[in-house]
């Protein structure tokens, strides 16, 4: 099972070393921009290496919106990315579920997911995985709620699409971390990925604060349990740089007796 962590992107192999990590997930431009990902000049080192990586793709993208202005752009920068992403030998690219504005009619937003698998189809399709995550607010979402993820899976369960679960979304957007596994694989038959966070707020507040997994409210055994039952690999998206996510990280490595990178 392989562990690791959300990390700088500047020199990711370095900072899965100092934690210890066999993975690591990393963006490849601002998040919070739309500015197309650059070729790296590691791209050839990130290939060869053995440490798993993951993209994460900007938070800005939201493919299910009925604004045009960001719904194109989003579906091109999503493109962009997973095209980046496999570039680097990246095992998958993680994208947020989105949402629809309030008063807009929320299965508009399923079918412009459906419409984002097929626009990529045109060109023939997606060069990775692209791992939807859930999410933990807005009543308008798409991934919050296991039924809203239920009417996306019916939308875009025809193309290979993956999931990524992240234990402090589903807590803070409402779903018990109790037997969730089942529920979501009985929606999407799969889980890729697991963003292994504590949340720092209270069941159902709908908001997306992480904690370490030592702190929060999740009670820690309860993502362990859903990594077991997962049976993905984990990243923590936790604070505290090398020193909270390398704890993390060996929290985990104990709990599920995933033993050491050089075992």
């Not at 947020?96 to 929320?106: F, K, Q, R, S």
Request: proline share 4%; with cysteine; charged share 25%.
């Amino acid at each position: 099972m392989r562990i690791g962590a959300h990390v700088d992107s500047a020199d990711p192999l370095s900072e899965a070393a100092a934690r210890a990590a066999e993975a690591v997930q990393f963006f490849l431009s601002d998040p919070q921009g739309w500015k197309a990902p650059q070729p790296r000049e590691d791209a050839d080192r990130l290939r060869a290496a053995e440490v798993d990586l993951y993209v994460h793709a900007p938070y800005v993208i939201n493919v299910a919106t009925l604004n045009n202005r960001i719904r194109i752009p989003s579906r091109k920068l999503l493109l962009g990315h997973a095209t980046a992403a496999a570039e680097i030998g990246a095992k998958g690219l993680i994208v947020h579920g989105g949402h629809v504005n309030a008063g807009d009619d929320l299965a508009v937003g399923f079918d412009n997911w459906r419409k984002t698998f097929a626009y990529a189809a045109e060109s023939g399709g997606f060069a990775l995985p692209v791992l939807i995550e859930n999410t933990a607010g807005g009543d308008n979402a798409c991934a919050r709620r296991l039924d809203a993820l239920a009417r996306l899976w019916d939308a875009v369960g025809e193309y290979e699409v993956g999931f990524c679960l992240d234990t402090c979304h589903a807590h803070a957007g409402g779903e018990e971390l109790l037997d969730l596994v089942d529920r979501v694989k009985a929606i999407t038959g799969r889980i890729d990925l697991v963003h292994a966070n504590n949340s720092k707020d209270a069941f159902d507040s709908g908001r997306d604060r992480h904690d370490n997994l030592g702190g929060g409210t999740i009670d820690p055994e309860l993502v362990v349990a859903v990594i077991r039952a997962a049976g993905a690999p984990a990243i923590v998206e936790t604070p505290g740089g090398v020193d909270g996510q390398g704890t993390d990280i060996a929290f985990l490595r104990d709990r599920l007796g995933a033993g050491s990178p050089a075992a």
